[in-house]
């Protein structure tokens, strides 16, 4: 399979995650597209990162109303059109080569603070078992693995999902957190692995935060120290 992977790479030449051009030399994105990258750097909420409507705040409503259960979290991305096409293709269309620009994009950003949270083990966010059987992947496990190809940290896929979960659009943002709460959970087999350690989980997209924090949750009562996320885009917050 090794050889086969290597022909392949030289018949078919990487291409830009959101336009699809041919890249010249080792870029990882064209310079058109790289220039409608917006990214979620400044004026972000302290504690998910999220990019802040009003610049005198500090912290968004969210995370200022709710436990959230994660220490930290930050994305790379403002979620505008350019990277959503990316994530979309990453998600949907089976552009797998696209964690490549994700986790370089994520080192760039965020090398320093993954080993300032000193980050025993990257755990991605999983998909439920038919989805991954329609899609033949998880997106979030395929970026973790690249991930830690570049940060040389250790990865496991800790959480499960268990049971199907009701359509999100029904519900409320409460009840989407005790929704989720039922749906994601540690993976008995993995306990020993992630006890006392320190957690980055990995998912494409931060939204509601309603994944991340009931992943969160359920990773600190089965023995785990601390949970940080990274996500490659996050929307606006209030
Ligand atoms: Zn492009
Ligand atoms: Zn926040």
């Not at 912290?59 to 930050?74: A, H, L, Q, V």
């Not at 979309?88 to 696209?98: A, C, L, Q, S, W």
């Not at 005790?178 to 006392?196: C, R, S, W």
Request: aromatic fraction near 8%.
């Amino acid at each position: 399979m090794k050889g086969l992977k290597s022909i392949l790479d030289i018949v078919y030449p990487r291409t830009c995650p959101i336009c699809g051009k041919t890249l010249s030399d080792d870029k990882l994105i064209c310079d058109v597209c790289n220039g409608r990258l917006v990214y979620a750097n400044k004026n972000t909420c302290i504690h998910c990162g999220k990019i802040l409507k009003d610049r005198a705040s500090t912290i968004c409503k969210f995370c200022e109303t709710s436990e959230t259960y994660f220490e930290e979290g930050r994305s790379v991305f403002y979620y505008n059109d350019a990277i959503k096409n990316a994530l979309m293709d990453f998600k949907y269309h089976n552009r797998r080569e696209n964690a490549k620009f994700f986790a370089e994009s994520i080192m760039q950003s965020y090398a320093d603070r993954i080993s300032l949270w000193n980050i025993d083990l990257i755990v991605p966010i999983p998909v439920h078992k038919k989805k991954l059987i329609e899609r033949g992947y998880n997106q979030a496990a395929v970026l973790t693995s690249e991930l830690c190809k570049l940060s040389k940290c250790d990865w496991t896929e800790a959480l499960i999902r268990v049971e199907k979960t009701k359509p999100q659009k029904e519900l409320t943002r409460l009840d989407r957190l005790n929704n989720l709460e039922k749906a994601i959970m540690v993976d008995d087999k993995k306990l020993n692995l992630i006890k006392d350690k320190n957690i980055l989980i990995i998912d494409d997209i931060y939204t509601t935060g309603a994944t991340v924090s009931s992943s969160s949750k359920v990773l600190l009562e089965s023995g785990v120290s601390k949970v940080f996320f990274i996500t490659v885009a996050t929307g606006m917050g209030n």
